[in-house]
């Protein structure tokens, strides 16, 4: 049984089909692994008069080879890793977290006209650029760290936090 869900796990993260797309240049944030180039973009999701979607603040989809296409997250990928759970939502901000990192809240708003995600790290209030993934070889779904990239808010300056699981 724990084979067949590996080699599903596997599957569902190399074998999806491929949709063509525009690649937008900002991102609330991303998400990226040591095992390959592929990552997990996360957009703001705005509904027609430009408010945030309450029920799916955030759109998720991967960027692979090297970013020249796009497709959604498999089911496996929403459920068990990659997926966004809303905690709490209005038009202007959201509370979210990712299934893989559920003590990890993200607070989308917007600054200076831009929508970012806040996180609180070791004590330091960050805007999220990146959260990278280090995962135990060859192959494994267990991760050994992580990191969280972004800007401390009060300095200004750029941060990397390691969290171990």
């Not at 949709?19 to 040591?34: T, Y």
């Not at 990928?77 to 809240?105: C, H, L, N, P, W």
Request: proline share 3%.
């Amino acid at each position: 049984m724990k084979h067949t869900l590996l080699c599903l796990l596997l599957w569902a993260t190399t074998c999806l089909s491929v949709c063509g797309a525009d690649i937008p240049k900002e991102h609330v944030f991303r998400c990226e692994r040591s095992t390959n180039e592929n990552y997990v973009c996360y957009d703001i999701n705005l509904q027609a008069d430009g408010t945030l979607n309450k029920k799916e603040p955030l759109k998720s989809y991967w960027v692979l080879g090297g970013g020249t296409r796009t497709e959604g997250l498999t089911f496996l990928d929403r459920k068990m890793a990659f997926g966004i759970k809303v905690i709490s939502s209005d038009e202007k901000e959201a509370q979210v977290y990712m299934t893989a990192f559920k003590d990890f809240i993200i607070r989308v708003c917007q600054r200076g006209g831009k929508w970012i995600g806040l996180v609180k790290v070791n004590g330091h209030e960050m805007v999220l650029q990146k959260i990278f993934a280090q995962m135990k070889p060859p192959m494994s779904i267990r991760c050994e760290y992580v990191e969280i990239h972004g800007n401390d808010t009060t300095t200004g300056e750029k941060r990397v936090e390691r969290i171990l699981p």
